[in-house]
C-alpha cells in the first residue's frame, strides 16, 4: 500500500508546439492514469527563452497536469516520448493544500487499475 508520502499531490507544467501535440500528451497522460486531470490552456502563451545561446520567442500551449508523487516518474516518461521539443518543459510543484474531496479524487484517479483500463 502506499504511503502518504507517494500520495502528495503535485501540479506539472509543459508546454507544447501546437495545440494538436497538447491534445495527445492531455489524453494519453490521463487515459494512463499518470494525470488525474489536464488543463490545456485556450489559447497559446508567448514564451521567451534563451535556446543554443540565442534569446528566442514562440507561441506554445500550455497544459497543467495534476497527479501524485508516485506517477510523477512515469508521467515524465511519457510525455518526453510523446513531445515534439528535444527538451520538453517538465516543471513539477507541490500541492501543498486544497479541497479533501478533490485531492482524495485525484489520488484515486491516478492509482493503478487493472491492466485493461490503462491502455488507451
Known amino acids: 500500500m502506499p504511503g502518504k508520502k507517494s500520495a502528495q499531490p503535485f501540479v506539472v507544467l509543459v508546454t507544447c508546439g501546437s495545440r494538436t501535440e497538447a491534445r495527445r500528451i492531455a489524453r494519453r497522460a490521463v487515459g494512463r492514469r499518470l494525470a488525474a486531470c489536464v488543463n490545456l490552456l485556450g489559447n497559446p502563451v508567448e514564451s521567451v527563452y534563451r535556446w543554443q545561446g540565442k534569446v528566442e520567442s514562440a507561441r506554445e500551449w500550455l497544459l497543467i ?56
Open 65 to 120: 497536469l495534476k497527479t501524485t508523487r508516485a506517477r510523477l516518474s512515469g508521467l515524465e516518461r511519457e510525455i518526453r516520448s510523446l513531445h515534439s521539443y528535444e527538451v520538453p518543459e517538465f516543471i513539477a510543484l507541490p500541492i501543498g493544500s486544497g479541497s479533501g474531496g478533490y485531492l482524495a479524487w485525484l489520488a484515486d484517479s491516478v492509482r493503478r487499475q487493472a491492466a485493461a483500463e490503462d491502455q488507451t
